[in-house]
């Protein structure tokens, strides 16, 4: 049984380029979120999609957006990268009906120059 | 003040030893809370869920006072393999099951 896989697993952008994350959930999980872990703090809520819809969204700005597509994986794309950009990324799935217990993939380290 | 607060720690610990750490929350709308372990450069792995009547899973203990407002860990006859940092998380009764973290606790058992 997989667990979440997140990829690439590391990544290196300049200041002002776009990326895109991609996470795949545990099997028989419907609803993937995504969390920014910046070095020494706890992960920070982004988004929550499920059912292919963005559901709550944290405190961060347009320049983070996402998807979710019809098998339940997920892509979050942020534009115009700043140096505070640079995080582990983390995607979590879960079963919305099975109490919120959340499962999180190893993360992408995403370095900005 | 954050909505979820850790003591950032470090806690340094020899072998054999209990620790305990707690976490506050604010909001008195939470409503699920769980704690998660993170080894250095990993991603957050589930430990345990936190019930109000408090809970043990082998060594480690969880409790949970709604009064109060905080939540705690209590690991009994530590292992060098303990030394991580211990996430405390929080959601509201939305239905989403948004995940508020501590900034967590870093644990070094030592030899």
């Known amino acids: 049984d997989a667990g979440v896989t997140q990829s690439p697993t590391h990544l290196i952008k300049t200041r002002g380029q776009q990326v895109t994350l991609r996470c795949s959930p545990k099997s028989g999980h419907d609803t993937v979120s995504w969390y920014q872990q910046a070095l020494g703090q706890g992960p920070q809520f982004i988004f929550q999609?499920?059912?292919?819809?963005?559901?709550q969204r944290g405190n961060f700005p347009d320049r983070f957006s996402g998807h979710q597509f019809p098998n339940y994986s997920s892509e979050l794309n942020v534009n115009a990268l700043l140096l505070g950009d640079s995080a582990l990324y983390l995607c979590a799935s879960n079963f919305l009906s099975g109490g919120g217990k959340q499962y999180f993939g190893p993360g992408t380290r995403l370095t900005v120059t | 003040r954050k909505e979820v607060e850790q003591d950032p720690g470090p806690f340094n610990v020899p072998e054999g030893a209990t620790v305990a750490f707690n976490c506050t929350y604010s909001n008195s709308a939470s409503q699920s809370f769980f704690w998660y372990r993170q080894d250095c450069r990993k991603e957050p792995k589930l430990l345990m869920s936190v019930y109000s009547s408090g809970n043990e899973d082998g060594r480690f203990t969880a409790q949970l006072n709604r009064a109060s407002q905080y939540i705690s860990l209590l690991i009994r006859d530590s292992k060098l393999s303990d030394s991580a940092t211990y996430l405390c998380?929080?959601?509201?009764?939305?239905?989403?099951?948004?995940?508020?973290f501590g900034t967590g606790t870093r644990l070094k058992v030592l030899a």
């Open positions: 998380v929080v959601t509201h009764s939305s239905g989403t099951y948004k995940y508020i």
């Open positions: 999609y499920y059912e292919e819809e963005e559901r």
